[in-house]
């Protein structure tokens, strides 16, 4: 018996969408794996031999970044190898369980470090104020400690392109300094190197990864709880320009790599006291109230002009 006309219509969209979002998923993994190699190649993050650490929060961020990175290591020419590192810090209601269960699934070696800072950013943060700073480093000293006793060569962790810019807004409202996150750097203690492979990547396109990939996400008590954090405000105002404006999120990530220090007042980036007349045509010279330029404002992806060697971490 053939199958009633609306009810073949209906599977006939429904295989339509199917593809549909098939096709779409497949654009997305491929922009997320091609923009992680290029920042990889970019700022020479992981080398031959690498133990690399990756810092798993239970967000969105982090299981990306792990999932992508399993995934570059298999055609990637270079052998490393990845462990992921958990920092149970004893939030209420953590579910300890979850990231076990998915490590185990994916046969990824992990470690899980249980260390009660939850609990010592409650007594020490009076009601109401901002846990971020403190948190963020009695995490970071546990991790640095950590991957000493694991031997990891490379600690990895997921910011994102949308972090870093927030980062840089951070600092200009509220420190006064033009700064934000580097890709790569090495700790404060000078005994490791930290690396941020998602840094070309749109936070938009991880929390859509996360759902295509089914993620177990874990939220976080402490950050999540707090609607007055700064970063919040800086996230907020910064989606609020990207609806207004398209590609301007994009066009200030690019900017933090198109510095010009002889347009800015930073005396020890450029030489302001001795800079004299040459007679020498300057290309860098006093162009600063020039029309703009269309390259440098275009909101091309981050890292397209990556070399050729980005090709081989497809």
């Not at 579910?95 to 046969?107: K, N, T």
């Not at 470690?111 to 409650?122: G, L, R």
């Not at 933090?256 to 290309?283: E, I, M, N, W």
Request: net charge neutral.
């Amino acid at each position: 018996m053939n199958p009633a006309p609306d009810s073949a219509a209906a599977t006939a969209a429904d295989a339509r969408a199917a593809q549909k979002a098939a096709f779409e998923n497949n654009k997305l993994a491929k922009r997320l794996h091609r923009l992680v190699g290029q920042a990889i190649v970019d700022f020479n993050m992981i080398e031959q031999g690498d133990r690399v650490m990756v810092c798993l929060s239970g967000g969105k961020d982090s299981y990306g970044l792990l999932d992508i990175l399993l995934n570059l290591r298999q055609r990637a020419p270079v052998d490393f190898d990845v462990i992921a590192v958990n920092l149970d810090q004893k939030q209420p209601g953590f579910p300890a369980h979850v990231l076990p269960e998915y490590l185990q699934r994916r046969g990824v070696p992990f470690h899980i470090e249980e260390q009660d800072t939850y609990s010592i950013v409650k007594r020490v943060i009076e009601p109401g104020k901002t846990t971020c700073g403190l948190c963020s480093r009695l995490r970071r000293g546990i991790l640095y400690r950590v991957a000493g006793e694991l031997g990891a060569t490379k600690i990895a962790l997921g910011h994102h392109r949308d972090d870093i810019v927030e980062t840089f807004f951070l600092n200009l409202f509220f420190s006064g300094r033009i700064k934000a996150m580097p890709p790569k750097l090495v700790s404060d203690d000078g005994k490791h190197v930290v690396i941020r492979p998602l840094a070309y990547v749109a936070e938009a396109d991880l929390a859509r990864w996360a759902q295509v990939r089914g993620f177990p996400l874990i939220p976080c008590s402490l950050c999540g709880s707090q609607d007055n954090a700064q970063r919040k405000q800086v996230k907020a105002m910064l989606q609020q320009w990207e609806r207004e404006h398209p590609g301007r999120v994009q066009n200030l990530f690019n900017a933090l790599s198109q510095v010009v220090p002889s347009h800015l007042l930073d005396r020890g980036l450029f030489d302001f006291a001795t800079l004299k007349a040459s007679g020498v045509p300057d290309p860098q010279g006093d162009v600063a109230f020039d029309p703009l330029d269309s390259a440098a404002t275009s909101c091309a992806g981050a890292g397209e002009l990556a070399g050729a060697q980005s090709i081989q971490w497809m």
